[in-house]
């Protein structure tokens, strides 16, 4: 089934040289969650250049381009993310064989990136039936400790007005249509410490650490409560061998796709940290991360999101994209029961890893895609 028209197709056709192109310069500028300053300055340059006239970078370092925005008209929000999982700021160099594209980033999210910019200017560029207003965002901190901050900036500024969002992440295969809630800590003990033999007996800080890490573990979670987790992410601590450890900390979340599921954690996790704390032991609690679950999308809504994304994936991919739950900037739209959905465009594999790649020959239809979706929420 033929989507798009041929003026729009003809335009995907020509610009699939230049969509690896920019893809490969995205992958080149570094772009850490809360750094991505330099990402940032290059896409708002670019959607100034293809026509963007009024793009800027807000407080949260959100290239923000706004389309055919008015007072009066609902506003559909279309975004990727900036940031990429990695902490490094010396420059990547994308590796590039005839199947492939591997770079640290670059499918998370950086093709998807890349996909949206040259599909919104193609919509800027051409006169096309539009009955709402439209931001095109290239979003910071989706990543980890990035806590969403964009997405909260952008609700923030805009939510009150904002119809729907569709985020661009992950690969052709899945949709993310529910979110994943979590609670991130970074918990820490403390003892007095001493030397191993002459102050034997004495609290060790990692000791008392790994009983309460196991205490966690032991956490029963209902079955009523949606699809829950927990985990211990990072442990450190100690002086040496032949020290009676001081401190000890380590990172620790739980996430689940139902908001009585991350209720229970908390009240869970809290009691625990409180019988801990009542055997006079030194406990410090610091919450580094808060990722909401869904609330209550208007349910037609949500259904033409899915569907559209459905059908314009299949009818260029030959792919029809699963529906599942996920921790993505959609997250804080469904959170405030704004409708969203966070279709990928690209296929690839090794997320999260310096392995990471796409497949090159999923670049030109994963744009096919966009535009078809772009068009379809627009009207």
Not at 61 to 74: A, G
Not at 226 to 239: F, H, S
Not at 289 to 316: F, H, I
Request: aromatic share 8%; proline share 5%.
């Amino acid at each position: 089934m033929e989507l798009l028209s041929s003026k729009a197709l003809e335009y995907a056709e020509a610009s699939a040289g230049e969509l690896e192109q920019l893809l490969l310069t995205l992958c080149r500028i570094p772009a850490p969650s809360h750094k991505e300053d330099e990402r940032a300055k290059f896409c708002r340059d670019w959607f100034i250049a293809a026509g963007g006239k009024d793009t800027y970078i807000d407080a949260a370092k959100n290239v923000v381009c706004p389309w055919h925005l008015s007072e009066d008209k609902p506003i559909i929000v279309f975004m990727a993310h900036t940031d990429t999982v990695f902490p490094d700021l010396t420059p990547f160099e994308p590796v590039v064989t005839d199947e492939r594209i591997s770079c640290p980033g670059v499918g998370d999210d950086t093709a998807n990136l890349a996909a949206l910019m040259v599909a919104s200017r193609y919509m800027m560029q051409h006169e096309l039936p539009i009955g709402c207003g439209v931001l095109f965002v290239a979003n910071s901190c989706e990543e980890g400790l990035g806590n969403l901050k964009g997405s909260r900036q952008l609700m923030k500024d805009y939510g009150s007005r904002i119809r729907a969002v569709v985020s661009f992440d992950g690969y052709l295969e899945g949709i993310t249509h529910q979110a994943v809630g979590s609670h991130r800590y970074r918990i820490e003990v403390r003892t007095e410490g001493g030397h191993s033999y002459a102050n034997f007996g004495r609290p060790n800080a990692i000791h008392l650490l790994s009983n309460l890490i196991g205490t966690l573990y032991d956490i029963k979670v209902p079955d009523n409560m949606g699809y829950t987790t927990y985990n211990v992410g990072c442990i450190e601590g100690g002086t040496s061998v032949n020290t009676i450890a001081q401190n000890a900390s380590m990172l620790y979340e739980y996430r689940s796709d139902d908001r009585a599921g991350l209720g229970f954690m908390h009240q869970a996790f809290e009691q625990v940290i409180d019988d801990f704390r009542s055997k006079g032991i030194d406990v410090r609690v610091e919450m580094i991360g808060e990722r909401p679950c869904s609330g209550s999308p208007d349910a037609g809504m949500m259904r033409w999101l899915e569907n559209t994304a459905q059908q314009a994936v299949k009818a260029y991919t030959g792919i029809l994209p699963g529906l599942g739950s996920g921790s993505t900037d959609c997250n804080i739209p469904l959170s405030m029961d704004i409708p969203a959905i966070c279709p990928g465009l690209i296929s690839g594999g090794g997320a999260h890893t310096r392995e990471e790649y796409i497949l090159r020959k999923s670049l030109l239809p994963g744009l096919k895609a966009c535009l078809a979706m772009l068009s379809a929420y627009v009207k």
